[in-house]
C-alpha cells in the first residue's frame, strides 16, 4: 500500500535552512504528482511546491526563490529544501501525491490527494 513518511524538520532561526524528505513506497514517484503542503495553527492547509512526472515544478509565490521541491527516483524519495527561511514559514510540514503525471491541475488542491504522510514540524524564530 501506499505509504509516505516525511523526515529532517526542526526548529531554526530565521534565515536559516532545513531539508525536509519524504520516503515512499507503494508507488514510483517518478512517475507521479507529488507535492509538499503546510499547516499552520489555526489555518488551513496549503500547497507550497509540487512536482510531476516530467519533472515540472510549480511553488506557492510565498515560497518561490527560497524553497526547492526535487525527487531522487533510485531513493524514492521526495524533498523540500527550505532556504532564508521566515519566522511565518513555521507550520507542519506534508507530503502528499495523486496517480497523476501532471500536476497542473488543482497541483494545490488538499482534497485532490489521496495519500499523505503525517507531517514534519519546521519552527523557524526571530
Known amino acids: 500500500q501506499v505509504q509516505l513518511v516525511e523526515s529532517g524538520g526542526g526548529s531554526v532561526q530565521a534565515g536559516g535552512s532545513l531539508r525536509l524528505s519524504c520516503a515512499a513506497s507503494g508507488f514510483t514517484v517518478s512517475i507521479s504528482c507529488m507535492a509538499w503542503f503546510r499547516q499552520a495553527p489555526g489555518k488551513q492547509r496549503e500547497g507550497v511546491a509540487s512536482i510531476d512526472g516530467s519533472a515540472n515544478t510549480i511553488y506557492a509565490d510565498s515560497v518561490k526563490g527560497r524553497f526547492t521541491i526535487s525527487r531522487d527516483n533510485a531513493k524514492n524519495t521526495l524533498y523540500l529544501q527550505l532556504n532564508s527561511l521566515k519566522p511565518e514559514d513555521t507550520a507542519m510540514y506534508y507530503c502528499?501525491?495523486?496517480?497523476?503525471?501532471?500536476?497542473?491541475?488543482?497541483?494545490?488542491?488538499?482534497?485532490?490527494?489521496?495519500?499523505w504522510g503525517q507531517g514534519t514540524q519546521v519552527t523557524v524564530s526571530s
Open positions: 502528499a501525491v495523486r496517480p497523476m503525471l501532471n500536476c497542473r491541475v488543482s497541483w494545490g488542491v488538499v482534497s485532490d490527494y489521496p495519500y
